[in-house]
């Protein structure tokens, strides 16, 4: 790999525009009127203790302010969920964005700083990801931007994997964006989604989409939040905190869905984008999900514009729910 061009943002092209201007639609705001009772937080000794499990100074583990917002939210959530909870964005100054902390592996979203946009660009066709790398390297190059201008990506695997599975796909993984001086000291600012195809899936894994910055002067706010499935990050196992384990059944997937819209509505909280209206959302789920529309999607502003759904796996044994969601006004396909 040839050294990393000058952050410069000169010679940037213009790219172009598919998701016009519209009239924001009205977003219900689920109340916050739960009782003291009911908000249940991890001390602070706790906390000092448990310290060594998050990846980030800026996370911290307690119950997900959502879960304790949202009347729909099982109470079982929010009396024994622990979530890691990220309390500020943080930026990367060389990727002109910033970013919601997340675990080694993935941050849970990112956004565009002021003067820059987040373009979303998908492939024609998924292509192995070591050729993704390559062609995302050359993509930027051909746009005058810096590899660290790569903020997120969507990708697809043959099957879930176990944990030791995923572990071992993260650490290669990880190791290119450190050659390419994005991931740093064990800190990874760049969002990811990871599913796996049910009907002709991957023979290995492969890039399905990628998500860079560009300067802009008259952007609006952009953003790509991360995949997540019905499961806390933070903890040393996925398994033992799923979200209704095991249940596919209508309610055990409302309880899932439940979960995941809480996280993909802090994660925009986090970066800044709560007053944005999400021109993007993925469903990534082999069960039906014509109910979870109404009951926990439409409610908080994640279908204000349609859904996609994607008839494929989360990344792990055991999950049933993911979803990941944008707010861009560039989409392309390379």
């Known amino acids: 790999m040839t050294a990393t061009p000058a952050y410069d943002n000169a010679g940037v092209q213009e790219l172009t525009t598919v998701n016009t201007a519209c009239p924001p639609p009205q977003i219900h705001r689920p109340s916050t ?38 009347k729909w939210c099982d109470l079982y959530l929010a009396r024994s969920m622990r979530v890691t909870v990220m309390t500020q964005a943080v930026p990367f100054q060389p990727g002109g964005y910033r970013y919601a902390p997340g675990v080694f592996q993935y941050s849970a979203g990112v956004a565009a700083e002021p003067g820059f946009e987040i373009v979303h660009a998908r492939l024609r066709e998924p292509i192995q990801l070591a050729d993704g790398f390559d062609f995302i390297a050359a993509h930027l190059n051909t746009i005058a931007r810096p590899l660290t201008a790569f903020c ?70 952009t953003c790509a939040i991360a995949g997540s499935g019905e499961v806390p990050e933070g903890h040393a196992t996925y398994h033992d905190h799923v979200v209704a384990p095991g ?88």
């Open 247 to 334: 249940d596919v059944s209508p309610s055990g997937m409302v309880q899932k869905a439940n979960f995941v819209a809480g996280e993909m509505r802090r994660r925009l909280d986090v970066l800044g984008m709560s007053d944005s209206v999400v021109t993007s959302a993925q469903v990534y789920t082999v069960e039906p999900v014509h109910n979870l529309i109404e009951t926990s999607l439409l409610p908080i502003g994640l279908a204000a514009h349609g859904l996609t759904w994607h008839y494929c796996r989360p990344p792990i044994e055991g999950l049933a729910f993911e979803m990941d969601c944008r707010v861009v006004r560039r989409e392309i396909i390379v």
């Open 152 to 221: 997120a990506c969507e990708l697809r695997s043959p099957e879930p994997f176990t944990e030791d599975g995923f572990r071992a796909f993260n650490e290669v993984y990880a190791g290119t964006l450190e050659a390419w001086g994005i991931m740093r000291d064990g800190i990874n600012p760049v969002a990811r989604s990871n599913v796996c195809p049910k009907i002709d899936p991957p023979p290995a894994p492969a890039l399905y989409a990628f998500a860079y910055t560009v300067a802009s002067d008259d952007a609006p706010p």
């Open 33 to 70: 009127s739960l009782k003291d009772e009911q908000r249940q937080h991890v001390h602070r000794d706790h906390l000092r203790r448990q310290r060594h499990r998050f990846a980030h100074p800026h996370q911290v583990s307690r119950i997900s302010p959502f879960c304790k917002s949202m």
